[in-house]
Nanobody, 125 residues
Framework: QVQLVESGGGLVQAGGSLRLSCAAS????????MAWFRQAPGKEREFAAA????????RYANSVKGRFTISRDNAKNTVYLQMNSLKPEDTAVYYC??????????????????WGQGTQVTVSS
């Protein structure tokens, strides 16, 4: 069973950048599609980005496309979310999620069965 631990959140000014990391335990990380979701106060958890276990493609929510980049390093059992040109509306708790095999068509949170504890990202105006 893969366990996930996020890091890299914090406070940043609008226009700034942050890189989130999600470290996974277990020998089967390379067989998991990985995704980032986020949840702002008072809002539903929403999809941000995904990268399949093959690493062959990526998918982004329209709200982050062109600003965020998801990547993975299977040798380090880690998935990253590089966030550039941050906006106050990006403020949220960011969660890493995993689904065995899967694909970039998996953008619904209910499709993912493994979750990290979340890391807070706050963007000030």
């Amino acid at each position: 069973q893969v366990q996930l631990v996020e890091s890299g959140g914090g406070l940043v000014q609008a226009g700034g950048s942050l890189r989130l990391s999600c470290a996974a335990s277990g020998p089967t990380f390379s067989s998991y599609t990985m995704a980032w979701f986020r949840q702002a106060p008072g809002k539903e958890r929403e999809f941000a980005a995904a990268i399949p276990w093959t690493g062959s493609s990526t998918r982004y929510a329209n709200s982050v496309k062109g600003r965020f980049t998801i990547s993975r390093d299977n040798a380090k059992n880690t998935v990253y979310l590089q966030m550039n040109s941050l906006k106050p509306e990006d403020t949220a708790v960011y969660y890493c999620a995993a689904l065995r095999y899967g694909s970039t068509s998996n953008v619904n949170q209910h499709q993912y069965n493994l979750w990290g504890q979340g890391t807070q990202v706050t963007v000030s105006s």
